[in-house]
């Protein structure tokens, strides 16, 4: 079992900067990616970025290319999203979530339903 925890996020004003945090924990961890999502109530989960382990190539999605930023560190098995320029439209609660086993599907990150493992979210606030 694998347990994902976020955290860094809060209240910011637009054009200001946070930092995400999502640790994870648990046996046997080698994940094949991991990949930030966002959410606002009454709309689906949308994707942000995804960093493949092994290679560390990472993808965006195109409303937050050029101001986000997904990293990992190995050694504390934790990822991040480094959040620059921030507008009000980028509030939502974030979530890190984590996949095991490799896949090859043609853009495949870009589906909830393909991560294994989900943390609990934390809340961005952008005011204007």
């Known amino acids: 079992q694998v347990q994902l925890v976020e955290s860094g996020g809060g209240l910011v004003q637009a054009g200001g900067s946070l930092r995400l945090s999502c640790a994870a924990s648990g046996r046997s961890l080698r994940p094949y990616a991991m990949g930030w999502f966002r959410q606002v109530p009454g709309k689906e989960r949308e994707f942000v970025a995804a960093l493949r382990w092994s290679s560390d190539s990472t993808t965006y999605a195109d409303s937050v290319k050029g101001r986000f930023t997904i990293s990992r560190d190995n050694a504390m098995n934790a990822m991040y999203l480094q959040m620059n320029s921030l507008k009000p439209e980028d509030t939502a609660i974030y979530y890190c979530?984590?996949?095991?086993?490799?896949?090859?599907?043609?853009?495949?990150?870009?589906?909830?339903?393909?991560?294994?493992?989900w943390g609990q979210g934390t809340q961005v606030t952008v005011s204007s």
């Open positions: 979530a984590l996949r095991s086993d490799s896949a090859s599907a043609y853009a495949w990150y870009l589906r909830r339903i393909n991560y294994d493992y």
